[in-house]
Antibody
Framework: EVQLVESGGGLVQPGGSLRLSCAASGFTFSASWMSWVRQAPGKGLEWVANINIDGSETYYVDSVKGRFTISRDSSKNLLYLQMNSLRAEDTAVYYC???????????WGQGTLVTVSS | DVVLTQSPLSLPVTLGQPASISCRSS???????????LNWFQQRPGQSPRRLIYKVSSRDSGVPDRFSGSGSGTDFTLKISRVEAEDVGVYYC????????FGQGTKVEIK
């Protein structure tokens, strides 16, 4: 059974940092592109970042470029999202998802809530 | 950016009746490989999104056959042949032909 379990969310002040993790199991993580997708409270879905199978290619939505970094450790089946210089508008539930082809996410985690507030 | 416009945004439906959601794109979603990367996701209350349909009309494993997707180019539709109580939630179209974007979501509720 495929499982994606996010952790690391919480309350952080504006300008602060947070690192999210996503533990993957039930599929060949090292052969899968992976993504982070977020959802602000009561709002729709927004793609945040993508990483290829060996971590050599990363892509970001414009609003997080230069502030967020996606990475992976395939020896541990872990996906990360390092979030720096956090803003109130980054407040959201962050989901990790497997990307089989061109962002057609087939498996999603349960999400972890990030709240940026003073 | 590709803009996806869904309609309606709210869809009250009687149990057992059909439902249809439209998704219109600001540009053609046919990719250079010939595929059209238009997907549909369901998000039940309090749950994570779940993919229902990929590449316009391919239904995911475990998705009831009352769900179907159709369309081409810039106009796409998700149909539910007979709405059941478990279908309540928000439905999003999403394109991966260009940098990924989602429609605003359509909230399906029971009348």
């Amino acid at each position: 059974e495929v499982q994606l379990v996010e952790s690391g969310g919480g309350l952080v002040q504006p300008g602060g940092s947070l690192r999210l993790s996503c533990a993957a199991s039930g599929f060949t993580f090292s052969a899968s592109w992976m993504s982070w997708v977020r959802q602000a409270p009561g709002k729709g879905l927004e793609w945040v970042a993508n990483i290829n199978i060996d971590g050599s290619e990363t892509y970001y939505v414009d609003s997080v470029k230069g502030r967020f970094t996606i990475s992976r450790d395939s020896s541990k089946n872990l996906l990360y999202l390092q979030m720096n210089s956090l803003r109130a508008e980054d407040t959201a539930v962050y989901y990790c998802a497997r990307d089989p082809v061109r962002w057609s996410w087939d498996y999603w985690g349960q999400g972890t809530l990030v709240t940026v507030s003073s | 950016d590709v803009v996806l416009t869904q309609s309606p945004l709210s869809l009250p439906v009687t149990l057992g009746q059909p439902a249809s959601i439209s998704c219109r794109s600001s540009q053609s979603l046919v990719y250079s490989d010939g595929n059209t990367y238009l997907n549909w996701f369901q998000q039940r209350p309090g749950q994570s999104p779940r993919r229902l349909i990929y590449k316009v009309s391919s239904r995911d494993s475990g998705v009831p056959d009352r769900f179907s997707g159709s369309g081409s180019g810039t106009d796409f539709t998700l149909k539910i042949s007979r709405v059941e109580a478990e279908d309540v939630g928000v439905y999003y179209c999403m394109q991966g032909t260009d940098w990924p974007t989602f429609g605003q979501g359509t909230k399906v509720e029971i009348k």
